[in-house]
């Protein structure tokens, strides 16, 4: 219970928290902490639970997904690859128990998802997430009991891809996007609302089937703006926070070894295409901590980089950092995941996902499984920890299951 307590308190005052007592070096380029050492500065956002990869197979190969052979479950990461499915339409569920290795059993994220190719050059998708933090009986700062709540958060997404010619595509979604944490709550002093957001998607594709020495090959590159949206707050304050907008770039090689066994590598890069937080103070040339003049121009002590606007902030996430563009860089994270298929009924699947440590550290190991039967896709995947920064899928089974129905015409060069 005060697990979860912690987790909304955070989701709430993340920004406020992040920004208050941090000091930049510029000699270092970083943050620094009391003892002089760089310390994390993580970019954050409101709606984290936007950019949890939703599922299985994904979560088998280090969260990949922008390039690779397509599902229904591409509508996260890039809907323009559901031109080149090869099924006339697909149903999935995908099950992820969350904070599952520390005995929490009632925190969970699911995430149904559907396309249907209306012909060889376009199709449709259709998803739905929902992520439930449980129930939590909430108490005021004196231990009295101020009530029970279902703290909850839920995205509706809606696709159309279409072909652009034979090897591309392209494709927009458009989403709906809702988080109650805490409604009527007071933290802070502030009460607490419903969060409400509208936000797109935008992604590319392009396909082409090559010749490898003697193996047949199929190259995949694609690319994707996600979660392109409006700003959104928990309180009545005018000052809003940004969703987790995304610039995802990944590729994807499949090799026919022979006529039953091929293996697929895959490579996505990711950054988040909001501002990075300024600190408050900063340590001038004596080494003493003075205010930041970057932090407040117009003087309101509230942080410009939380004033901007949308576009603002898209545009200057890619120059804005305190380090330049070293920190830039560091923004930037890492997945890679490779699947081994015999006869397109069985999968086996590993990846690895890398995460900056001053940018939230998260490196994981990732394995899965994966079995076609008829119309009937299993997938299963285990995130194996690399580091001591604990994920809340450490140590975790997921579930994935997929319905596919019909032959579409596979793709052609």
């Not at 409101?46 to 599902?71: C, Y």
């Not at 002590?301 to 950092?321: C, H, M, P, T, W």
Request: charged residues 20%.
């Amino acid at each position: 219970m005060k697990l979860r307590l912690l987790i909304i308190s955070s989701l709430l005052l993340n920004s406020f928290l992040h920004i208050h007592g941090q000091v930049f070096d510029p000699l270092k380029g970083c943050v620094v902490d009391a003892d002089g050492n760089c310390s994390p500065n993580a970019v954050l956002s409101a709606l984290p639970f936007l950019r949890i990869a939703p599922d299985a197979r994904a979560g088998a190969m280090g969260d990949v997904g922008i390039a690779v052979s397509p599902t229904s479950n591409s509508m996260h990461f890039n809907a323009s690859n559901l031109v080149f499915t090869e099924k006339k339409s697909s149903l999935s569920a995908n099950y992820t128990p969350w904070l599952q290795d520390l005995g929490v059993t009632d925190v969970y994220m699911a995430y149904l998802s559907a396309y249907n190719k209306i012909d060889d050059l376009q199709s449709v998708g259709a998803s739905l997430r929902f992520f439930s933090l449980g129930k939590i009986n909430f108490r005021d700062f004196n231990g009295n009991d101020i009530g029970d709540g279902s703290p909850r958060e839920l995205e509706l997404a809606v696709a159309y891809a279409r072909k652009l010619g034979d090897n591309l595509s392209a494709s927009v979604t458009g989403k709906y996007l809702f988080s109650a944490l805490a409604p009527g709550q007071i933290v802070g002093g502030l009460e607490i609302t419903n969060a409400n957001a509208f936000a797109a998607d935008i992604g590319v594709t392009y396909k082409k089937k090559l010749k490898l020495g003697d193996y047949n090959a199929l190259l995949g590159i694609g690319s994707a703006i996600t979660n392109l949206g409006s700003k959104v707050t928990y309180t009545r304050d005018s000052i809003r926070d940004f969703i987790p907008t995304n610039l995802g770039i990944g590729t994807s090689l499949k090799l026919d070894l022979d006529q039953y066994n091929s293996i697929t590598f895959a490579l996505d890069f990711n950054k988040l295409m909001i501002p990075t937080a300024v600190s408050r103070t900063i340590l001038n040339s004596d080494g003493a901590r003075v205010p930041n003049p970057n932090y407040s121009k117009d003087g309101d002590n509230v942080g410009d980089f939380r004033q901007k606007n949308l576009f603002e902030g898209v545009i200057s996430s890619f120059y804005d950092a305190q380090g330049g563009f070293r920190e830039e860089m560091q923004e930037i994270n890492y997945s890679f995941g490779v699947e081994y298929a015999y006869d397109k009924q069985f999968f086996a699947r590993a990846g690895y996902f890398y995460e900056n440590p001053l940018k939230g550290a998260r490196k994981y190991f990732t394995v899965g499984l994966g079995i076609k039967y008829n119309i009937f896709d299993i997938d299963l995947s285990y995130l194996v920890p690399n580091n001591s920064t604990r994920s809340p899928l450490d140590n975790t089974l997921r579930f994935g299951l997929s319905f596919e129905l019909g032959n579409a015409a596979a793709f052609d060069q």
